[in-house]
């Protein structure tokens, strides 16, 4: 079986702009796999050239072995796509849209209605099956979107940013429905800004900028490049009351805030304070994966790779020292700093 998405040198020329630069990329068969990067960084350029909304410049794209122009036909009826925009045809009832979608893609109008029908109960809107786009909520038409890219029953599902915009229960069935169908075997790409989505549902990433391709990895790969931040506020061990900021700060140095307040947000090691002006300093920066150990705004800050799996081995530290934990924060590393790492080592490297 060819991979579902085979690209050799795809270029796409706006005028002076290259939007792909010669970007290579394989999907295979049955994968989850993530298309992110910075907005303009080419990912909805991509996805039209699969599905011959946008015409190649140069190169080679492939859909399970077709050829996006010169087997189109074949190429086009193997994907679903969900896009972006909401280019749905608005004067007629959902249903019909999907049987006509249907239709369109040569499957009879008995199974085009079924198919419909399905689609629609799939996505949780076949109560909504009379209605037409228009009158839909914003989360319902994200739904239909996700519809209407099922109803021919593709083996590549394409969505590009499915979640934009949507609240947290209806992102969580999307998720649902997509990780049911990959489990089924639809292979799927997904765009997306949101580093838990990628996380969560993608095998494999791969990040573009600029229309080239930086890097292909995992989602835990990719995670562990960026710093996250164990935010830990402590207590004095058998003290019941939570350390007030100076109380954090004069347990471990003897000193007043202001010493605290002058080193916040600089690495211990750089600090004229020294470790010591961190509860249980030393410990922290000792642990592998640790950057850096601060004090801000009267909560222990420590910067790590992997903060998940780094926390546990800082709590460890702190208790080990005689603190209590009063509670604890993980800040994960967003996909945008990530990009700006990796966009700025790509230069640096240049
Ligand atoms: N029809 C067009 N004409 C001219 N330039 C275009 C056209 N479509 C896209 N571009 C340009 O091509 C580049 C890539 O755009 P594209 O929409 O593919 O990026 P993207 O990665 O999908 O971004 P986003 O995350 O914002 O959706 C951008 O600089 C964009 O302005």
């Given at each position: 079986m060819p991979p579902a998405i085979e690209t050799e040198g795809l270029v796409k020329e706006y005028g002076e702009l290259r939007a792909l630069d010669e970007l290579s990329l394989r999907v295979e068969e049955g994968e989850f796999f993530g298309l992110l990067g910075p907005n303009g960084a080419g990912k909805t350029t991509f996805i039209n050239i699969l599905v011959g909304l946008a015409r190649k410049s140069g190169g080679e794209a492939r859909v399970f072995g077709h050829?996006?122009?010169?087997d189109y036909q074949e190429a086009r009826d193997a994907i679903g796509l969900a896009p972006?925009?909401?280019?749905?045809?608005?004067?007629?009832?959902i249903v019909e849209v999907l049987e006509h979608k249907a239709g369109y893609h040569g499957i009879q109008p008995e199974e085009a209605t079924r198919r419909a029908e399905e689609a629609l109960k799939r996505v949780g809107i076949h109560h909504k099956r009379d209605e037409r786009f228009d009158w839909l909520s914003g989360g319902m038409k994200r739904r239909f979107l996700l519809a209407r890219a099922l109803v021919t029953d593709p083996d590549l599902l394409i969505l590009?940013?499915?979640?934009?915009?949507?609240?947290v229960q209806l992102r969580h069935d999307i998720w649902e429905v997509i990780q049911e169908l990959n489990d089924e075997g639809t292979t799927i790409l997904l765009t997306t800004h949101y580093i838990e989505e990628a996380e969560r549902l993608c095998d494999r990433v791969a990040i573009l900028n600029e229309g080239t391709k930086l890097d292909v990895s995992t989602p835990e790969e990719l995670m562990g490049r960026g710093t996250d931040t164990i935010y830990v506020r402590v207590r004095e061990g058998g003290d019941a009351q939570a350390a007030e900021p100076e109380r954090v700060a004069a347990a471990a140095?003897?000193?007043?805030?202001e010493s605290v307040a002058d080193a916040e947000g600089e690495p211990v090691a750089d600090a004229d304070a020294s470790a010591a002006s961190v509860p249980a300093g030393d410990r922290l920066t000792a642990?592998?994966?640790?950057?850096s150990a601060t004090v801000q705004d009267g909560r222990l800050a420590v910067k790590a790779r992997n903060g998940g799996s780094t926390a546990p081995d800082v709590l460890n530290a702190l208790e080990a020292e005689g603190y209590e934990i009063a509670d604890l924060e993980i800040s994960r590393t967003s996909l945008e700093e990530i990009f700006v790492e990796m966009t700025n080592r790509e230069r640096s490297d240049r």
């Open positions: 050829d996006v122009v010169d972006q925009e909401f280019n749905v045809d608005r004067f007629f009832p590009d940013e499915p979640t934009a915009g949507v609240d140095t003897g000193a007043g805030s642990i592998d994966g640790v950057e």
